[in-house]
């Protein structure tokens, strides 16, 4: 043990930058810790699918939800009393816990919808998502967009009954009310879709290959 610390401290004189990154994600890896018992130790959340997959995600959206949590902006009890430790009081802390999470491998099994409505999934997505959120449910890093592919199908679903509100500051007014007029159906069927677009990086799901 000693000789890895004389090691490290060798290490930090001569090459600073490698050390510093290096040691930022082993910070992320020990604060992850204590969110493993909700996300799962490879984060790719509960096998329900109530609890979101973080494994990554966007790193400055991380970053943005976490401060939004512990501000009390964005609203979970859950998710509050998690972040309101003192220990996230320090802004580095949030940065390396958002590092760590978006190296980590997306999960490639998230819980899907029934697969029924796919093409009216599809329609929706096309002409109202993917123009942010990119044709293949990436994200983009620059502006904090999140990566939707492959999130799980339960908590899509309650993301969407709620994205009028989660889109209020950033999306045309146009896109508020078209969500709100949308059936209950439409979200169910745009929900799966969008759980199943990592798959469809691959092997685009139209209808025409079944
Ligand atoms: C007691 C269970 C629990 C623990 C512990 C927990 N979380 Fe969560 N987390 C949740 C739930 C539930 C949600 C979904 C909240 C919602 O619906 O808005 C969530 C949501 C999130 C989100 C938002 C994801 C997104 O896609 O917008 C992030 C980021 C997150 N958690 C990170 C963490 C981190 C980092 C920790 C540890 C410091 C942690 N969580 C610990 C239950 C937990
Ligand atoms: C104008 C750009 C824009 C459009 C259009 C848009 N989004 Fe978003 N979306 C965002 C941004 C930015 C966020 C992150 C909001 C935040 O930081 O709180 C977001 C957040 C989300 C989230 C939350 C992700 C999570 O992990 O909790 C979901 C789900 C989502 N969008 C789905 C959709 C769907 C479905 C559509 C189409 C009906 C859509 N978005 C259209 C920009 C957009």
Known sequence: MRSVRLL????????????????SLSTGSHLYSSCAVCHQPNAWGSSDGIIPSLAGQQERYLEKQLALFRAGARVDTAMQVVTAHPKFGNHNDIVALARYL????????P???????????QETYTHIC???????????????????????????????????????????????????????????????????LSDMLDAPVDGRSQ
């Open 8 to 23: 490290t401290a060798m290490l930090a004189l001569t090459i600073p930058g490698l050390v510093e990154a290096a040691s």
């Open 102 to 109: 978006s190296d980590l491998d997306p999960n490639p099994i």
């Open 111 to 121: 819980v899907k919808g029934t697969g029924e409505h796919l093409r009216v999934g």
């Open 130 to 196: 993917a123009a942010c959120h990119g044709p293949a449910g990436q994200g983009e890093a620059g502006n904090r967009v999140p990566r939707i592919a492959g999130q799980h199908y339960p908590y899509l679903r309650q993301q969407i009954e709620a994205a009028a509100r989660l889109h209020d500051d950033l999306a045309p007014p146009e896109m508020a009310s078209a969500l709100r007029s949308m059936s209950s159906q439409q979200k169910d069927a745009l929900a799966d879709y969008i759980s199943r």
